[in-house]
C-alpha cells in the first residue's frame, strides 16, 4: 500500500524566508506524487505534482518539489515566504496500480508565515 | 460557474435528517469523488464515480449513499448521522480514474448535532 509522511503538523516561517515543507512517501511500486494547498474555508488546490518525468517540479505561486528516490522524498520549497503562503499543504501519493485513482494523503502541515 | 462547485457551503443538521450534498464539475471530467476531512487525520476516500458508475466504496456506513446521476453531478445523500460525521466533506474531479489530477470544490462543511 502507498502512504505519506508529513513532518511537522506546524511550520513557521519569517516573510521573505525559505521555505520548507517536508514530504515522505512509501511506495512498492513507481509513485505519482502531489501536493496540494489549501487556504481557509476553500478546497484544496494543486500546487504541483511529480509523474515520473523530471525530477525536480515547479509549481505555481513559486513553489517546487523535488523527487529522491533514495530518499523517498518529495520536499516543498520556495525560496521566499511570502503572507499570501499561510495556509495547509497536504503532500499525496498514488500510482497506476492504485484502484480508481485513490490518492493518500499526508496529515498536512499549517504554514505561518511571521511578517 | 468554473471548475467545482458544492452546495450548500455550510450544514448543520440533527441526527434524525436527511439532507443532501451537491457537486457538480464544468470542466468535462468522467471521474468524480467524495472524500472526508476531519480534524488531525488524512483525507479519507469515500466513493469513486467514473463514467456514472460507482469504481470504489471505501468501506463506508450505509447511511451516507452517493448518487451520479450523469458526469457532471455527484450527491451524498445523509441520514441517520452521528456526531463523529461532522466534517469537511470534498468532491473532486479528474478526467479519467487513473492516475490523473484531481479539482477539487471548495467543500461543505457539515455540523452533526
Known amino acids: 500500500a502507498q502512504s505519506v509522511t508529513q513532518l511537522g503538523s506546524h511550520v513557521s516561517v519569517s516573510e521573505g524566508a525559505l521555505v520548507l515543507l517536508r514530504c515522505n512517501y512509501s511506495?512498492?511500486?513507481?509513485?505519482?506524487l502531489f501536493w496540494y494547498v489549501q487556504y481557509p474555508n476553500q478546497g484544496l488546490q494543486l500546487l504541483l505534482k511529480?509523474?515520473?518525468?523530471?525530477?525536480l517540479v515547479k509549481g505555481i505561486n513559486g513553489f517546487e518539489a523535488e523527487f529522491k528516490k533514495s530518499e523517498t522524498s518529495f520536499h516543498l520549497t520556495k525560496p521566499s515566504a511570502h503572507m499570501s503562503d499561510a495556509a495547509e499543504y497536504f503532500c499525496?501519493?498514488?500510482?497506476?496500480?492504485?484502484?480508481?485513482?485513490?490518492?493518500?494523503f499526508g496529515t498536512g502541515t499549517r504554514l505561518t508565515v511571521i511578517p | 460557474e468554473t471548475g467545482v462547485t458544492q452546495t450548500p457551503r455550510h450544514l448543520v443538521m440533527g441526527m434524525t435528517n436527511k439532507k443532501s450534498l451537491k457537486c457538480e464539475q464544468h470542466?468535462?471530467?468522467?471521474?468524480m469523488y467524495w472524500y472526508k476531512q476531519s480534524a488531525k487525520k488524512p483525507l479519507e476516500l469515500m466513493f469513486v464515480?467514473?463514467?456514472?458508475?460507482?469504481?470504489e466504496n471505501n468501506s463506508v456506513p450505509s447511511r451516507f449513499s452517493p448518487e451520479c446521476p450523469n458526469s457532471s453531478h455527484l450527491f451524498l445523500h445523509l441520514h441517520t448521522l452521528q456526531p463523529e460525521d461532522s466534517a469537511l466533506y470534498l468532491c473532486?474531479?479528474?478526467?479519467?480514474?487513473?492516475?490523473?489530477?484531481?479539482?477539487f470544490g471548495p467543500g461543505t462543511r457539515l455540523t452533526v448535532l
Open positions: 473532486a474531479s479528474s478526467q479519467d480514474h487513473n492516475t490523473d489530477t484531481q479539482y
Open positions: 511506495s512498492s511500486v513507481p509513485p505519482y
Open positions: 511529480y509523474t515520473s518525468a523530471a525530477t
Open positions: 499525496a501519493v498514488t500510482t497506476d496500480q492504485t484502484g480508481a485513482n485513490n490518492l493518500f
Open positions: 470542466l468535462g471530467h468522467n471521474a
Open positions: 464515480y467514473s463514467l456514472e458508475e460507482r469504481v
